[in-house]
Nanobody, 124 residues
């Protein structure tokens, strides 16, 4: 089992920045691929970004490329999501997720463990 706890959400003005953290406990964190997803009210959960544990390869949704950066610190069992130049359409609950492996990093179905989410609200 892997337990995930997100933090760092909040209210920010458009153009501002936030850094989300996802602290993992349980199994060996460094062996898990990690992803971030988000869900806005009335919308389906959507992929934001992900990172492979073995290669460090990263993946981004087109809507966040150039603005968001995923990183991980295996020594701290933590994955981060740095969000810059935030837009009102980034408003959502953000969830981190973990999987031993999935062929499609952008699909939520491939992830086994989920955090409880942290709210990000961007005002215009």
């Amino acid at each position: 089992q892997v337990q995930l706890v997100e933090s760092g959400g909040g209210l920010v003005q458009a153009g501002g920045s936030l850094r989300l953290s996802c602290a993992a406990s349980g199994r060996t964190f460094s062996n898990y691929d990690m992803g971030w997803f988000r869900q806005a009210p009335g919308k389906e959960r959507e992929f934001v970004t992900a990172i492979r544990w073995s290669s460090g390869r990263t993946y981004y949704a087109d809507s966040v490329k150039g603005r968001f950066t995923i990183s991980r610190d295996n020594a701290k069992n933590t994955v981060y999501l740095q969000m810059n130049n935030l837009k009102p359409e980034d408003t959502a609950a953000y969830y981190c997720a973990a999987t031993r492996w999935t062929s499609v990093m952008s699909s939520s179905e491939g992830y086994d463990y989920w955090g409880q989410g942290t709210q990000v609200s961007v005002s215009s």
